[in-house]
């Protein structure tokens, strides 16, 4: 069971708009130049910046790293047709704002526990079951909530 804090996928803001653009920018995200839009995107779904923010770090040390480098993916979703799929059917967003309003759409349903119905995902230690699933998950969800803890 997780051994760190919780915290709602939705919810006010835990970081400011400057303070998320500060954490993109000292981490070299290729996302920095529309920091300010992509934190709009979350707050737009009722998501906390802060709960994306470590979502894109989990899943791409913030874009510097796998698929999100090319597909400015801010959470590796795969499937669809809304976008067009890469090789390993991961979803390819035209930019770092439109990649960041998918990953709120879908964060917003997570956070309302409507993604699997019957099935608790309205927070980052119970999202990673169905968002990410495998071994993992408890790390998963930890790591989030210990990056929230710190910002």
């Given amino acids: 069971m997780a051994t760190t804090p919780d915290y709602p996928i ?6 400011s708009a400057a303070g ?6 000292s981490a070299g995200s290729p996302a920095a130049p ?15 910046p802060a709960v994306g ?3 894109f770090r989990k899943e791409s040390s913030y874009g510097t790293a796998g698929r999100a480098v090319r597909n400015r ?8 047709a809304a976008y067009p799929l890469d090789s390993g059917q991961f979803r390819i967003y035209p930019s770092w704002t439109i ?6 759409r879908l964060l917003r349903i997570y956070g309302t ?5 019957g099935t608790k995902t309205d927070t ?25 803890t710190t910002w």
Avoid at 20 to 25: D, H
Avoid at 73 to 80: D, E, K, P
Avoid at 99 to 104: C, L, M, P
């Fill in 34 to 48: 529309e920091a300010a839009a992509c934190y709009g995107a979350f707050t737009g779904q009722g998501v906390d």
């Fill in 73 to 80: 993916s801010w959470g590796n979703i795969r499937y669809g």
């Fill in 99 to 104: 990649g960041a309003q998918d990953a709120a």
């Fill in 53 to 55: 923010l470590a979502i």
């Fill in 10 to 15: 939705l919810g006010p803001p835990r970081l």
């Fill in 113 to 117: 526990n409507a993604i699997r119905p």
């Fill in 20 to 25: 998320f653009a500060a954490l993109l920018r």
């Fill in 124 to 148: 980052v230690q119970t999202l990673p079951y169905v968002w990410a699933p495998g071994s993992g998950a408890d790390l998963y969800g930890d790591q989030l909530a210990s990056w929230i």
